[in-house]
C-alpha cells in the first residue's frame, strides 16, 4: 500500500525567510502524482502544487518550488519569502489512479 | 468556473441517529467525486470515489455509505451514527482521469454526541 511520511509536525519560519517542509512516500508504481495542499484554520483544503512524477523538472508556482527526488521518494516543499499568510497546516498527497493518500501533515508557523 | 457545495457546514448528532451530508458541483460534468474524513490534527483518509452515477468504491469498511443518484451529487449516509463517526468530512471532485488535481469543498464539522 502506498504511504506518505512528513516526519516533521511543526515547524516555524521568520517571515520573509525560507522554510523547506519534508515528505517522502512509498509506492512500488512509476507513473503517478504528487501534491502540495494548505490548510488554513477554516479548514478548506487548498492546493498549493504539483508534480506528475515522469516529468524530471521541479514544479514551482510563484514562491512555492518542490525538490522531486523520484528515486529517493523524497518530495519536499521549499516555501521562499514566507508571509503570514503562509501559516497553515501543510499536507503532502501522492495519488495513482482515484486512490489519493495524505500525509500526517505539518503545522508551519511564521513569525513576525 | 466550477464550484462546490457541503452542506451542513456543522452538523451535532446523537449516537444512533441517522446522518445525511451532501455534496454538489457546479460548472463540470462527468466529474470523479471523493469522500473523505479527517480526524482532529490528522491527515486526510479517503472514504469513497465515484466515477459515475451509482459507480461507488468504498475504500474503509465502517458504517457509512455513500450514494451518487446524480452526476454532480455525492452522498454520505449511515443509518446509525458511532462516536467514532466524529470527525470533519470533506468532498471532493477531479476531471474523469486517474492522477488528476482534486478540488476540495468546504467541508462538513460533525459532532457525535
Known amino acids: 500500500a502506498q504511504t506518505v511520511t512528513q516526519s516533521q509536525p511543526e515547524m516555524s519560519v521568520q517571515e520573509a525567510e525560507t522554510v523547506t517542509l519534508s515528505c517522502t512516500y512509498d509506492?512500488?508504481?512509476?507513473?503517478?502524482?504528487l501534491f502540495w495542499y494548505k490548510q488554513p484554520p477554516s479548514r478548506q483544503m487548498i492546493l498549493v502544487i504539483r508534480?506528475?512524477?515522469?516529468?524530471?523538472q521541479n514544479a514551482t508556482e510563484n514562491r512555492f518550488s518542490v525538490n522531486f527526488q523520484k528515486a529517493a521518494k523524497s518530495f519536499s516543499l521549499k516555501i521562499s519569502d514566507s508571509q503570514l499568510g503562509d501559516a497553515a497546516m501543510y499536507f503532502c498527497?501522492?495519488?495513482?489512479?482515484?486512490?489519493?493518500?495524505f500525509g500526517a501533515g505539518t503545522r508551519l508557523t511564521v513569525k513576525p | 468556473s466550477q464550484t462546490i457545495h457541503q452542506w451542513p457546514a456543522t452538523l451535532v448528532q446523537p449516537v444512533g441517529s441517522p446522518l445525511s451530508l451532501e455534496c454538489t458541483v457546479e460548472?463540470?460534468?462527468?466529474?470523479?467525486l471523493y469522500w473523505y474524513r479527517q480526524a482532529a490534527g490528522r491527515g486526510l483518509q479517503l472514504l469513497f470515489y465515484?466515477?459515475?452515477?451509482?459507480?461507488i468504491s468504498s475504500e474503509v469498511p465502517q458504517n457509512l455509505s455513500a450514494s451518487r443518484p446524480q452526476d454532480r451529487q455525492f452522498i454520505l449516509s449511515s443509518k446509525k451514527l458511532l462516536l467514532s463517526d466524529s470527525g470533519f468530512y470533506l468532498c471532493?471532485?477531479?476531471?474523469?482521469?486517474?492522477?488528476?488535481?482534486?478540488?476540495f469543498g468546504p467541508g462538513t464539522r460533525l459532532l457525535v454526541l
Open positions: 498527497a501522492y495519488i495513482y489512479n482515484n486512490d489519493m493518500r
Open positions: 471532493a471532485w477531479s476531471v474523469l482521469r486517474g492522477g488528476e488535481t482534486q478540488y
Open positions: 508534480q506528475e512524477a515522469y516529468k524530471q
Open positions: 460548472g463540470t460534468s462527468n466529474p470523479n
Open positions: 465515484s466515477v459515475g452515477i451509482g459507480q
Open positions: 509506492t512500488s508504481e512509476s507513473d503517478y502524482y
